[in-house]
């Protein structure tokens, strides 16, 4: 067991606040604790509010009896229960955390394992919580930047569905006095109009049906994997994957070496962070290089898995031996540069769509000006 779970004698209150919580925990049905999950940001605080507790010397039981009497989601006071009754009956704190896979992965039950093994709990419960932190803080960042196409595309297609299926049906009784001098644009978009028009309610429905097939085919691996291949082959979005991949490898990276992991399985655990499967398949082939004695520098030019400015900062972090360090600067600056890549695709792709919806919708105002232009020509000739 890890020296930060020892009693101090002396810590009588200590003492009754971990009896507290082993009486606590035998009331419950620890059967349920593979099932509860607890969110991202109250993780990274519950690691954080443990690693303060146990830096200024407060015993880790005593830690989780604060954090079952104070938590303000009832799922945390939960976990750190049945956390709290298997360290009472001598168990490990990576086995006991393992016992809950929905709340700690298996990538977050090395490190504490790690943790432990190394007399290094302390820093590595610190280098989960930015973790989690910054990773929750990435994800929300890349729905915001998706959100905004998203939405812009949606309100085109209806307004398309909208002009299509009801403003092009008023004009049907003028277009169908001109006959044979319709304009064979015009002419199309009223067979449009018909179609749209007799199936509007399947129209309304397609988009977000579109959406739930797409997403259901996401899914299964087979879909994941080749939508991911389109999408970070994509212009503009490419960018911006490439550097949040980096970003989540390096800080992976520099998160498992921190805690004393060896390079190879470091790697291994933080090949499925990435995003890109290109990217993905060339760190495999920096695995079986490593494993065939090469350095990570030599194995990463050999493979082209990183930019150079990564090959340089690695290079003098294994002449320096400040592996750990470096990786944690790489990660810093990658994601500082994701952040400005994000930037970037907004600010090039607001114009972009902006150009896309007045091409459409401006096209379809055009052919209806054009034929109530032919129209008005036409009666009054007559």
Known sequence: MSPMLARPPEAAANVKDEGNVERRSRTRDTSFGSKLQVP???????LRNLATG???G????????????QAELPVV???CEAIGTDLAAGAPLAEAVAKHPRTFPQLLVNLIRAGEQ???????????ADFITWREQTRKTLRKAAMYPAIVITAVYYVVVLIFGFVMQQFGSLFGK???NLPPSAKQAMAISEVIAGNLVLFVLAWPGLWLLLWAIGKTHTGSHLFLRVFCRMPIVSGVVSCFDLARLTRNLAVLSNAGIPLLRAMQLSRDVVADPALRDKLQLVEDEITGGKSLLQAAQDTEALPPRALNLIHVGEESGQMP???ARLAAFYREKAGESVAKALALMTPILSLFMAVIVGGIAVIVLKTLYSSMLTLGKG
């Open 40 to 46: 991202p940001a109250a993780m990274g605080e519950l």
């Open 54 to 56: 146990l830096d200024a």
């Open 58 to 69: 407060v015993p880790l039981m005593r830690a989780l009896s604060v954090e079952v009497e």
């Open 77 to 79: 006071g939960k976990v």
């Open 118 to 128: 190394s007399g290094q709990l302390v820093p590595v419960l610190h280098d989960l």
């Open 178 to 180: 001109l006959g044979a």
């Open 325 to 327: 360090a470096t990786l």
